[in-house]
């Protein structure tokens, strides 16, 4: 949209710096950035006569969300992942793109595409970069590297030992690759063992050591105990998961290496409705409030709530280790039964453990982009950064549940709803 100026007004506005809303507020925006932010006659001082207003009446105005964990090429249907790897590539890149727009419609403006098959995901972004589709701005990490048979090791890119792994690297930063992801414990995927390592720290550290040599952030997945310290000693920039798993698959706290955690300062993207199966726990609250849920389905939702007490209590406890701030929303979409489009369910659970609404929006904004690497881009609403938008009807920084109300979604100035 080259120059074109536009005005947005709301009746209030969380920059994502502050922890409350600022009422009867105005954005100005020239050529996709912010160029004034404040009180409406202020900015309107500001404003050129032939700019276009855009009065969105009693919303809340935030900057667009960011998720940090998304798997584009799966449905999140409640396929397993055998299932969903017996599509064709071609059919991927459609899943992708049905995806990309049900995010962008929910405020996610940026995303992190944390690893599909062969050039899948690469091929997503060019689909961006071309117009061809709609979506989130996206950071794509291409293929994951895992270990022989390890989590995804369908998706093909197969590394073992230092040097295969720095081979790995090259290969995918040469693709196009904007971070790096490696599989540092067994997932999901058939004949993985969740609670075990997959990496040795030497291992790790190649990955890290050739990423940084190209300017690229890095991302380890890790659930078992094992991998999270090795991925701590190693220097990866971000965890995934962080679910303190022994190979019993048993979640049990390890305060030794919560201390470790906080004193590296690694970013921690705990994916809390994946362990937690929270939409379908969303499914059956709401049958329960309606009156209409079978008793079979009110012990299903008994267990599972049960089950994710067990998982929000580690969050709770991680939080004492001084972790708040390095705590980036994720949703793991695609994958089994999470459907895109809901972040919103990934802060209503970090309000469970002890942030607050606030709080919760700001780690889905600025610590969002500073984890990433976007930070002097995008995660506020600032003069100079790209405006990315979302309106909610209701003020998210003191109900949460306004953040699944979007009313209205900006991208680089342009209304995408």
């Known amino acids: 949209m080259p120059n074109q100026t536009i005005q947005v007004r709301a009746a209030r506005l969380t920059d994502g710096i502050s922890k409350s809303s600022k009422t009867d507020q105005a954005i100005l925006i020239t050529d996709g950035r912010i160029t004034a932010v404040g009180p409406r006659e202020v900015v309107q001082q500001q404003t050129p006569p032939e700019a276009k207003i855009?009065?969105?009446?009693?919303?809340?105005?935030?900057?667009?969300?960011?998720?940090?964990?998304?798997?584009?090429?799966?449905?999140?249907?409640?396929?397993?992942?055998?299932e969903m790897f017996a599509d064709t590539d071609e059919m991927m890149v459609l899943t992708g793109a049905m995806n990309l727009q049900r995010h962008l419609a929910a405020g996610i403006t940026t995303i992190?595409?944390?690893?599909?098959?062969?050039?899948?995901?690469?091929?997503?972004?060019?689909?961006?970069?071309?117009?061809?589709?709609?979506?989130?701005?996206?950071?794509?990490?291409?293929?994951?590297?895992?270990?022989?048979?390890?989590?995804?090791?369908?998706?093909?890119?197969?590394?073992?030992?230092?040097?295969?792994?720095?081979?790995?690297?090259?290969?995918?930063?040469?693709?196009?690759?904007?971070?790096?992801?490696?599989?540092?414990?067994?997932?999901?995927?058939?004949?993985?063992?969740?609670?075990?390592?997959?990496?040795?720290?030497?291992e790790l550290h190649a990955a890290v050591h050739e990423a940084h040599h190209f300017h690229r952030l890095t991302a380890a997945h890790c659930r078992a105990k094992e991998s999270m310290v090795r991925a701590v000693e190693a220097g990866i920039d971000l965890m995934e998961h962080a679910e303190f798993l022994d190979p019993d698959d048993q979640l049990r706290f390890d305060p030794k290496i919560a201390e470790m955690m906080a004193e590296s300062d690694i970013w921690i993207s705990p994916t809390l409705q994946a362990w937690t199966r929270y939409p379908r726990i969303v499914e059956l609250t709401a049958k329960r409030d309606a009156g209409t849920i079978s008793e079979a389905e009110e012990t299903e939702r008994q267990q599972l709530e049960a089950r994710a007490e067990v998982r929000l209590d580690v969050m709770r406890r991680m939080l004492d280790y001084g972790l708040r701030d390095r705590i980036v929303p994720g949703t793991d979409s695609g994958v089994g039964d999470l459907a895109f489009g809901h972040l919103d369910y990934d802060l209503q659970l970090l309000g469970r453990v002890g942030f607050t609404p606030a709080e919760a929006l700001i780690a889905a904004t600025r610590i969002s982009a500073e984890a990433i690497g976007l930070g002097d881009e995008i995660g506020t609403i600032e003069p100079g950064k790209v405006a990315d938008l979302v309106a909610f009807d209701g003020d998210p920084t003191t109900d949460i549940a306004a953040s699944s109300r979007v009313v209205a979604v900006f991208q680089a100035g342009r209304r995408i709803r």
């Open 112 to 202: 992190r595409e944390h690893g599909a098959r062969n050039r899948v995901g690469f091929t997503l972004k060019e689909g961006l970069a071309r117009g061809y589709i709609s979506g989130p701005r996206m950071l794509v990490s291409g293929r994951p590297i895992t270990c022989t048979g390890g989590h995804f090791h369908m998706c093909n890119e197969i590394a073992d030992g230092e040097a295969e792994i720095r081979r790995s690297v090259r290969r995918l930063v040469h693709e196009g690759a904007d971070y790096i992801k490696i599989m540092a414990s067994g997932g999901g995927t058939k004949g993985t063992i969740p609670g075990l390592a997959s990496y040795t720290t030497a």
């Open 54 to 82: 855009i009065d969105l009446g009693s919303a809340c105005v935030a900057p667009g969300l960011i998720d940090g964990h998304t798997h584009l090429s799966l449905a999140g249907d409640g396929r397993s992942y055998v």
